[in-house]
């Protein structure tokens, strides 16, 4: 299995449980390891024999901007499967990072595996 992967992807939207988060946007941080094949495009050096990273991340951030999730685990497991449905990907792993959630952490969040690792001959 080949992986293609978006790190750092930063993204304004309102996440949380307390009063005061519902009313302002905060910044989570997706990072996403995708599984897939890469041979065919490498062959071909065609986009459209790929998975295209830019399709991915726009629409990645075009439903989180729009989002208002209580827990970042719901939020996650959403977007992990609008990746697997509308990519047909079979495995990903994503981390969701909201930083500054807890004081005195750098970071906090969640990492989720979904699907199969399948293997190429």
Do not use: C
């Not at 726009?58 to 939020?75: A, G, N």
Request: proline residues 1%; charged residues 35%; neutral net charge.
């Amino acid at each position: 299995m080949d992986i293609i992967f978006l790190r750092g992807l930063e993204i304004e939207t309102v996440i949380g449980i307390y009063d005061w988060e519902r009313k302002i946007k905060q910044t989570v941080l997706i990072d996403l390891e995708m599984g897939t094949d890469i041979r065919k495009a490498a062959a071909s050096d065609d986009i459209k024999h790929t998975l295209d990273y830019k399709a991915v991340s726009k629409r990645i951030i075009s439903f989180v901007e729009e989002s208002d999730f209580y827990l970042v685990e719901t939020l996650a497991e959403k977007i992990a499967q609008i990746v697997i449905d509308e990519f047909k990907v079979p495995w990903l792993r994503l981390t969701l990072n909201k930083k500054g959630a807890i004081r005195k952490a750098s970071d906090v969040g969640i990492i989720i595996e979904r699907g199969e690792k399948q293997k190429y001959a």
